[in-house]
């Protein structure tokens, strides 16, 4: 073997570990920017805070976790058993109510985790020092799921990092009575932190302990299973039953295999590769990896217990264990391809060459030549794969979970605006919210209810909701805080139908700040509301309701309903006859006879009627597409709200509503066809009253509803009548 | 060793001419990739920081951080291309002179990579 060779032999390596450590440090670091960034934020970043928050202040005061019952305010439900609620607790005792402290707490504990994976991986590969363990941790820190879910002030990590820690000392010492009774105990920690994590890391230690002392594995699973029963007990006697309640059979919640199915795409898309070498490893492992019987066990039990996921209300935490299984593996995988092939140090030719001297060649047996390239070719073909996985996993979460928490950090000052209306308004009585709750609990407000949980509950007929509809129906909320993201309609899981309609009826929304509704009394003295979509004193009807408000936009209003795409109907506003032109996709418009101007006509248009990015399948009823001159009466329906605002734009579900006017033969004028796609330049009205158009056309005289005389920026209007509808 | 053609330390001319090319390529494939990594740098800190407003102080902030790294880059630039051809010419043709030069390939590959997927 010669020099050359040697060194490509040996540098090619280099370049592998080069490589490797520089995108598992990019994805470190990437991961640690993005918890910092999460810690400075003040405010809430998922609806999950506040309840825990909520549930840790109320242990702090003193308060049951687990009340037995919910029939009387507050409604809470503590949907996980205590541990992490306790250490909280502990924390919080000392600086009082903040998301930064728990936040910090979920941090370290995340990091905890990842150094925990690289530990099990440096078990299994002594000698190949610190890369197979940075490649292993640093895959997990950038797994989008993980990264996102390292940002909230929630359990799931830590109760991770309990269940890795126990795996991690069986693995180490299986036979050795101390690791069996520490792991036993961190079982329990991570059961009793979150159920569900209660399950993958001991079957999966069981089993590895089981192959190699039978004794001990029986031990491990008497400790864990009778003393986590014997836990139970106390609890659900201390609690009178609550305990029961609220951590299994509150956590009951409808099923959906369509959120499995989304959740398994996207774990397949973002880790496709080490899907398929998984399964290789599944069928061939056992052979070439001491670590198959706990990591098998460990990744499908995972999988089953992700499948949970398909529960309302189930969020990418259900995915963190089976993450930190692949994590994992692809540190076992490179630590493995680092020498697949054994080769006896003995017959390796020397690779440290001399500084200053070329070598001469060496004899080598052909064996070990062979061999030696083959290492080497596995090993760049498996850095190849990891590496491909750490690009793929840093630009998802690059695009998804960083991103989403800057738009929702960007939204800044909506935030504090968001916090002193909670206050002024908690000085009249109670306030009800959603995704910002948590802002209820840092600023010391108990919660009236836990608006997701609680619906759960009255959908399945498990909580009576009529007290609560009745407090709605008496204004006795001075503020109800809905959000309202624009991608899908969350609300609709968070809150029940009938108390929808009851806020609905007796609430309007007033404002809409990052993202969310603040709903406030309606004053029937002072104001007037459309009553079946119509304002007193308008000509003509309102095209579609707009319980969630209204935006103004260029002398649009999108009317926002409540509901899902495709539900919401939206009807004609007056007689007249449809077109849905030939360029239009998610669109229609109605010729009328002008009620204010007889003898001329006047044009309505309805657009977004199609889902977001796709109108394939619009909304719009299918005897209009396409069509012109049907005649149409007074609140016939024409289609259905969407998403849809352009071929690249999506909002939130709504219908955009204009009133146009007319060309001087009553037809659609030429230049406001492209009006369509929301995003087209359209004549300002300067050049339309150039172009001879009678305009601006005020859509209040017309329907009733408010209006505003800003352009070029998207105006948030209440659903209810202006008083100068009519005239 | 018996071999004298790997005892003596006649020059190679062939090997130093390719010594001085892949210095050379390697010298200019590091300045052509100043850009490409700054942009990738940018981009990452856009999807933590980006924010509408051309005068806003996540804009300032950006063309700081990539003023600084413009600098960094350069004087690493300049680092590995003078003291790699220093390097190169006290050592050519020897163990240590190619390890340098894989290195330097091996950080190159390794940037091109990062340009290309950020």
Redesign the interface.
């Given at each position: 073997m010669n020099?050359a060779e040697k060194?490509f032999l040996k540098?090619l390596r280099?370049?592998c570990k080069?490589?490797l450590t520089?995108?598992s440090g990019?994805a470190i670091l990437?991961f640690l920017?993005?918890g910092l960034?999460a810690i400075g934020f003040n405010y809430p970043l998922d609806y999950g805070e506040g309840t825990v928050l909520n549930q840790t202040l109320r242990l702090m005061d003193g308060q049951p976790l687990y009340p037995t019952d919910i029939s009387s305010p507050p409604y809470l439900i503590s949907n996980y058993p205590p541990v992490f609620i306790f250490l909280s607790a502990a924390l919080l005792w000392l600086t009082g109510p903040n998301l930064l402290i728990g936040r910090v707490f979920v941090l370290a504990s995340t990091i905890g985790t990842a150094i925990v994976i690289g530990l099990i991986i440096k078990h299994f590969n002594p000698k190949h020092g610190y890369l197979p363990s940075l490649v292993g941790a640093g895959l997990f820190l950038i797994i989008p799921h993980v990264l996102q879910w390292s940002a909230y002030f929630r359990i799931d990590l830590l109760a991770i990092l309990f269940s890795v820690a126990g795996l991690y000392l069986v693995i180490k010492a299986p036979e050795a009575n101390r690791s069996i009774l520490l792991a036993a105990v961190f079982f329990l920690l991570a059961a009793y932190t979150r159920q569900s994590f209660g399950l993958a890391a001991p079957v999966a230690a069981t089993i590895w302990v089981w192959t190699k002392n039978r004794k001990q594995a029986i031990k491990l699973v008497l400790m864990y299973g009778i003393t986590g029963l014997v836990i139970f007990g106390v609890i659900h006697i201390l609690s009178q039953g609550g305990f029961f309640f609220h951590i299994i059979e509150a956590n009951v919640n409808p099923f959906n295999w369509h959120t499995v199915e989304h959740f398994a795409k996207q774990i397949y898309q973002n880790l496709s590769w080490l899907v398929y070498l998984f399964g290789v490893y599944l069928l061939v492992g056992w052979r070439f990896f001491r670590s198959y019987a706990f990591l098998v066990p460990y990744m499908l039990v995972s999988a089953a217990v992700a499948i949970t996921i398909g529960k309302v209300g189930s969020n990418v935490n259900y995915l963190l264990e089976i993450c930190a299984a692949f994590a994992i593996f692809a540190g076992l995988l490179i630590g493995k391809s680092w020498e697949l092939l054994p080769i006896s140090d003995d017959l390796i030719p020397d690779l440290d060459?001399?500084?200053?001297?070329?070598?001469?060649?060496e004899p080598i047996e052909p064996k070990v030549r062979r061999n030696m390239w083959i290492n080497l070719v596995i090993l760049i073909l498996i850095s190849a794969i990891i590496?491909n996985q750490f690009?793929t996993l840093?630009?998802e979460s690059?695009?998804s979970p960083?991103?989403n928490h800057?738009e929702r950090i960007?939204m800044g000052i909506g935030y504090r605006l968001i916090e002193n209306s909670i206050l002024e308004a908690s000085l009249e009585g109670p306030v009800l919210a959603d995704e910002y709750s948590a802002m209820l609990s840092v600023n010391r407000i108990p919660f009236y209810i836990q608006p997701f949980a609680i619906s759960q509950l009255a959908m399945a007929n498990r909580w009576d909701q009529r007290g609560f509809l009745n407090a709605i129906e008496e204004q006795t909320f001075p503020l109800i805080l809905i959000h309202h993201f624009p991608g899908f309609p969350v609300y609709l899981e968070r809150w029940t139908p009938e108390m929808l309609d009851a806020i609905f009826s007796n609430y309007v929304a007033n404002y809409f700040r990052a993202n969310s509704l603040s709903f406030e009394p309606k004053s029937f003295e002072f104001v007037s509301y459309p009553e079946e979509r119509v304002c007193p004193d308008a000509p003509w009807q309102i095209p579609s309701e707009a319980n969630l408000g209204m935006f103004w936009y260029n002398r649009q209003l999108l009317l926002m309903g409540a509901g899902h795409n495709g539900q919401v109907p939206v009807y004609a506003v007056a007689d007249g006859m449809l077109y849905q032109f030939p360029e239009w996709q998610a669109s229609v418009a109605i010729q009328h006879d002008d009620p204010f101007n007889p003898g001329q006509k006047i044009w309505s248009f309805y657009g977004g009627l199609a889902p977001a990015f796709s109108t394939e399948e619009n909304f719009i009823l299918d005897h209009f597409i396409g069509l012109k001159e049907v005649p149409v009466r007074a609140g016939d329906l024409i289609g259905y709200q969407g998403q849809w605002l352009g071929a690249t734009q999506q909002t939130w579900v709504h219908t955009r509503f204009a009133i146009l006017p007319a060309e001087k033969d009553g037809q659609f004028p030429e230049s406001l066809k492209p009006i369509d796609d929301f995003t087209a330049q359209l004549p300002t009205l300067e050049e339309l009253t150039n172009l001879g158009f009678d305009v601006p056309i005020s859509l209040t005289r017309y329907t009733g509803l408010p209006q505003s005389n800003i352009f070029g920026t998207k105006v948030f209007l209440p659903f209810q009548c202006s008083p100068e509808g009519g005239q | 060793?018996g071999?004298k053609?790997?005892?003596n330390k006649r020059p190679n001319i062939l090997l130093n001419l390719v010594t001085i090319i892949l210095w050379l390529i390697s010298s200019i494939v590091g300045f052509l990739l100043i850009i490409p990594i700054l942009n990738s740098i940018t981009r990452?800190y856009a999807?933590?920081?980006?924010?509408p407003s051309p005068i806003g102080l996540a804009f300032f902030l950006g063309v700081s951080i990539r003023n600084i790294a413009l600098f960094i880059l350069a004087i690493l630039l300049l680092i590995g291309s003078i003291g790699g051809a220093e390097h190169h010419f006290r050592?050519i043709?020897?163990?240590?002179s190619?390890?340098v030069m894989?290195?330097t390939y091996?950080?190159l590959?390794?940037a091109i990579?990062?340009t290309i997927?950020?």
């Open positions: 020099f060194l540098d280099l370049l080069t490589v520089f995108f990019l990437i920017i993005h960034q060459f001399e500084k200053d001297k070329i070598p001469p060649p590496i690009i840093s630009r690059l695009l960083i991103s800057r960007q | 060793m071999n053609a790997y005892d990452i999807a933590f920081f980006a924010d050592n043709n020897t163990p240590t190619w390890h894989f290195v091996i950080i590959f390794t990579l990062f997927h950020f």
